[in-house]
């Protein structure tokens, strides 16, 4: 990449697949495995790989319409995962109801009293994690999982999003406040969010 950012990189090898589209297969290789981790965390089981794969293709197709101009190839796809995933809103959900089952299933092998203790306390940190996602509004919730989840920076998240870089901010704001609520005090996606905003 010499001395090219990895951003500056992907447009370079974006804006060159208009006219040589085999190009293109360097953003999958790139990309693909994260958008399929972002969107298996928000759907459940095959809705990750059609989300991530249905990703690639509108942007294939669309990859004309791309302003570097507006963000990074990188938010430009976690935005085209965003609003499949919207879409999808009954597979969400399911999605993070099975994210709270995997808490119940006990690992192979006995158990000591407190290992049982902890998985339990775990499991109902969990469902209300799930809840307190399940409430938030469509938009801060999207703000909140690209940041978590997808590790993207406020500006990526805004150009992802197609809002101000403020918004963002105001929309993680109600989603942490909710999600402490939810966990008496505790937000355990404070520390993903401060490294994904100076990252």
Avoid at 138 to 147: E, F, I, K, Q, S
Avoid at 154 to 168: C, K, M, Y
């Amino acid at each position: 990449m010499g001395g090219q950012t990895i951003s500056e990189a992907d447009t370079a090898v974006l804006l060159r697949s208009r006219a040589e589209p085999d190009c293109f297969a360097e953003l999958f290789e790139r990309y693909f495995a994260a958008l399929h981790g972002y969107a298996s965390r928000r759907l459940d089981g095959a809705g990750g790989d059609d989300v991530a794969a249905e990703t690639f293709l509108i942007a294939f197709k669309q990859r004309d319409r791309f302003d570097p101009d507006r963000g990074t190839v990188r938010a430009w796809l976690y935005g085209i995962a965003t609003n499949l995933i919207r879409a999808r809103r009954r597979e969400e959900a399911q999605g993070y109801l099975a994210y709270a089952r995997a808490a119940a299933h006990p690992d192979a092998g006995p158990q000591h009293e407190d290992q049982t203790t902890d998985r339990v306390a775990a499991e109902a940190a969990r469902k209300r994690i799930v809840a307190a996602l399940t409430d938030l509004s469509a938009g801060d919730r999207d703000a909140l999982l690209l940041v978590v989840w997808g590790e993207l920076s406020h500006e990526e998240t805004a150009a992802a999003l197609g809002v101000p870089a403020g918004t963002v901010g105001s929309r993680l704001h109600r989603a942490r406040r909710k999600i402490r609520a939810a966990l008496d005090g505790v937000d355990p996606t404070l520390t993903h969010e401060r490294t994904a905003r100076h990252g």
